[in-house]
């Protein structure tokens, strides 16, 4: 039970950018606080790189990489679901990554819960209207140049059949149940904007590059939702 209580703070731990208070900790495990300084003191001695200070909180130290320690039913569930999802709305490209992922896992995974992964009655399905399987193949550039952060000249059609030339910063993507939207900050328009991946037309790097701004970004864009 102890053990199975270390793994959970760890994994706690490692989900979080910020520092995580003692409380916090007793509170999601159903714990007393004394038992939550016992366990933390423990960890530090097996040498797992956990950084405490007073006031603050605990946190992995940066810059060490913990491997999974375990998956609970959820969790395993949680990943089928997801890696199917991708590999049912994503490109080839996306596709086969989900695909390497999910080797990956099972890699790690006790004997007796691979075939459980393997064979979960856990199924996600996608028909995909025609336009956009014309069109799914910009979804690899424009995913790409996210990431990048390279900044794209893009045709676009919109829903009311008008055709445009814009200079865009692909900002993140967003997949919805029949649609992926690229969300963008538009020099044209000098604000942010929505593209259908389906409605693109063309899509090309312009060789350059953008640096992060503040009030350009994608978190800003979510926090006007």
């Known amino acids: 039970m102890r053990v199975q209580r270390l793994f959970s703070i760890l994994d706690r731990l490692r989900a979080r950018r910020q520092p ?7 509170d999601e495990l159903g714990v ?46 949680a990943i089928i679901i997801g890696m199917r999802l991708v590999a049912a709305r994503g490109d080839k490209p996306l596709a086969d990554a989900a695909t390497r992922a999910s080797a990956k896992i099972s890699a790690v995974l006790p004997e007796d819960m691979e075939d459980s992964y393997y064979d979960a009655p856990l199924l996600a399905y996608s028909v995909q209207p025609k336009s956009e399987e014309e069109t799914i193949d910009f979804l ?25 030339e814009r200079i865009v910063r692909p900002l993140g993507l967003t997949a919805f149940d029949k649609v992926w939207l690229l969300t963008a900050w538009c020099e044209k328009s000098d604000d942010f904007r929505s593209f259908r991946i389906d409605r693109l037309q063309s899509v090309r790097r312009t060789g350059k590059s953008f640096r992060r701004e503040a009030g350009k970004e994608f978190r800003d864009y979510l926090k006007r939702l």
Do not use: C, N, W
């Open 140 to 164: 690899s550039p424009v995913r790409t140049a996210v990431r990048d952060r390279a900044l794209l000249e893009i045709g676009y059609l919109d829903l009311k059949d008008q055709a445009s």
């Open 20 to 26: 995580v208070s003692a409380e916090s900790l007793a």
């Open 32 to 77: 007393s606080l004394r038992t939550i300084y016992r366990d933390m003191v423990t960890l530090q001695s097996m040498g797992a790189p956990v950084r405490g200070e007073g006031g603050i909180g605990y946190q992995i130290e940066k810059g060490y990489f913990l491997p999974p320690l375990h998956f609970d039913a959820d969790e395993l569930d």
